[in-house]
């Protein structure tokens, strides 16, 4: 591609601010090497005649792109966004840019960007849970290039850091059945498309394996994770005939939904049903009630992430992190009616 005669370039910059090219190129990729008066001068050079780098001919001229690409099931569901936003701010404080898709949580999608990605030069890739097909794990070993999984975590040779879906939610469903109930369903994610999700419904099978019940009594609900989707889940639940005493949600949205379905049927919370989240979100604060969830370390994740990447990027090796959740009691859960 022809550069335009107009666009301005690095000696424009340079004849602009009174310095050499070299500064101009190290200013702006090292500017902790450059005198604040000059950089300064630099910047404002910058900002006037509108510069960008030639992102192309660097890369070229680096042997590297110093991007990152990171694929998240979806855009719509807050539960991605603390942790994206905590991972980009430590990409950037790295020198790397984030490029970011979302696969709708659909396999092939998601097959389709990682190709993408590796063919624009991302150096390493963050990708959601574990559940992908060996014809995409041959294609990113094949081309070396680094990958982290988060959102999970479990014991295996793969490098991740996340939590134990599976554990967690036993602790949650172990502290509802500690309150007496003993008809629980579960709305959650389609666990066939999400393995946070399945583990996620195995773990509260597990909790009512040790509390004595029978896990096969569980009823769950697979619906899209939007607000929308929890509360006609909710709705179904609620026209059983063994309605449950309490409904545990695989996401705080999830339950915000279930939380204005009970509502708007005239159903109280807890005092006929008791509602639980999952991942602590800023709208469990603000339900009414507020919600009973559990916290996930979205920020914290997503800066370790970050850091986990930079050093298998530069073929250091790491070790896989798993972090701590912690039950929040809050109005949505008491005991059966």
């Known amino acids: ?45 910058v900002r006037t005649l509108g510069y960008a780098p030639n992102f192309g001919a660097r890369a070229l001229a680096e042997g590297r792109t110093r991007t990152v690409g990171a694929i998240i099931p979806t855009m719509e569901n ?35 960007q990682i190709r993408a990605l590796v063919a624009r030069g991302a150096e390493g890739l963050l990708l959601i849970g574990f559940q992908r097909n060996d014809t995409i794990r041959d294609f990113l070993s094949a081309r070396g290039v ?15 850091v996340g939590f134990d879906n599976r554990a967690a939610m036993a602790d949650m469903g172990g502290e509802v059945i500690a309150r007496g109930h003993r008809r629980l369903a579960l709305i959650s994610a389609d666990p066939q498309v999400n393995d946070r999700a399945l583990v996620r419904i195995e773990g509260l099978r597990d909790a009512m394996r040790e509390a004595g019940l ?32 309490a409904v545990l949600c695989g996401t ?16 109280k919370v807890p005092d006929q049903v ?34 986990m990447l930079v050093r298998m990027i530069a073929g250091e090796p790491v070790d896989s992190l798993r972090l701590d959740c912690a039950l929040v009691l809050r109005g949505t859960l008491a005991g059966p009616c």
Do not use: K
């Open 252 to 267: 705080d949205v999830l339950a915000a939904g279930a939380l204005v379905m009970a509502r708007s049927l005239g159903v």
């Open 78 to 112: 807050a539960i991605f966004s603390r942790g994206i936003q905590a991972f980009q701010e430590e990409l950037r404080e790295h020198g790397l840019t984030l490029l970011i898709a979302s696969s709708s949580y659909r396999p092939e999608i998601e097959e389709e």
């Open 146 to 160: 680094p990958v982290l999984v988060a959102w999970a975590w479990q014991d295996g040779p793969a490098p991740c």
């Open 1 to 45: 591609m022809r550069r335009d005669p107009d666009t301005p370039t690095l000696s424009d910059v340079a004849e602009v601010a009174g310095v050499s090219t070299a500064t101009v190129s190290r200013c702006l990729n090292a500017p902790e090497r450059v005198l604040e008066q000059t950089r300064n001068r630099v910047l404002e050079a």
């Open 274 to 307: 008791s509602i639980t989240g999952f991942a602590d979100l800023d709208l469990a604060r603000i339900t009414e009630p507020p919600l009973t969830t559990m916290h996930l370390p979205h920020h914290r994740m997503g800066r370790e992430a970050a850091r």
């Open 214 to 245: 029978d896990p096969a009594s569980l009823i769950v609900e697979p619906t899209d994770a939007s607000l929308d989707a929890g509360g006609l889940a909710f709705r179904r639940l609620w026209e059983r005939p063994d309605r449950p005493t």
